[in-house]
């Protein structure tokens, strides 16, 4: 009965490298978000989609690249890993039409770029 | 553009006193601000929104919108309560939302 479930939860991987990390909700949702915290916790918007149509996009390098194929998935797909990249990505969703604020977190999925 | 300041990076208090996280914010809308909670191996969720003005786990968080603070407060911290909270505030109105999140602080409560 996982709500917002996301993989992989750790990913250790080279500099240079290409990876992605995939988001699915049950919930019914309608909006999908991606966050990232540093390692100082830090924790800020990088992409929204509602409805597979990309609503919020923040100053993030175009090496970071989201895709929804539907509303219930939100990937990010990250090209020529950097050091800085290394942090841990957390996808969360709510109802569209509803916002009272609430988002529904994954666990989160913890990227080490070495 | 908005933001949202917690000052604090740790809090440590022991069993039984009183807690307070702060926060600050920037915005030149209207606020929308929130608490959200993320215990040890959990997910991080929402702990309370300042227009519910409730209580929960014992913790309130009043608005003030003349020192554009949202502090959060609870009178008898419990070993619970350990855990890390960051502040949150919403902008976008109601065609979509977005949260700008504060820095966490991370509270300890002692025994």
């Known amino acids: 009965d996982t709500a917002v479930s996301q993989t992989p939860k750790y990913l250790v991987t080279q500099m240079g490298n290409d990876k992605s990390i995939k988001c699915e909700q049950n919930l019914g949702h309608d909006t999908m978000y991606w966050y990232k915290q540093d390692s100082k916790k830090f924790l800020k918007i990088m992409f929204s989609?509602?409805?597979?149509?990309?609503?919020i996009n923040e100053t993030v390098p175009n090496r970071f690249s989201p895709k929804s194929p539907d509303k219930a998935h939100l990937n990010l797909h990250i090209n020529s890993l950097e050091l800085g990249d290394s942090a841990v990505y957390f996808c969360?969703?709510?109802?569209?039409?509803?916002?009272?604020?609430?988002?529904?977190f994954g666990e989160g999925s913890r990227l080490t770029v070495l | 553009a908005q933001r949202v300041t917690q000052p604090e990076k740790l809090l440590s208090v022991f069993k039984g006193a009183p807690v307070e996280l702060k926060c600050n914010y920037s915005y030149s809308g209207s606020p929308e601000l929130f608490w959200y909670v993320q215990y040890s191996r959990q997910r991080l969720q929402l702990l309370l929104r300042h227009i519910s003005r409730e209580s929960i786990k014992g913790f309130t968080a009043d608005l003030n919108k003349g020192e554009t603070s949202f502090h959060l407060k609870k009178p008898f911290a419990q070993e619970e309560d350990s855990a890390m909270y960051y502040c949150a505030l919403a902008t976008g109105g109601t065609s979509y939302g977005k949260l700008t999140f504060g820095q966490g602080t991370i509270l300890t409560v002692h025994p």
């Open positions: 989609y509602n409805n597979k149509e990309l609503i």
């Open positions: 969360a969703s709510n109802r569209q039409g509803l916002w009272t604020g609430e988002l529904f």
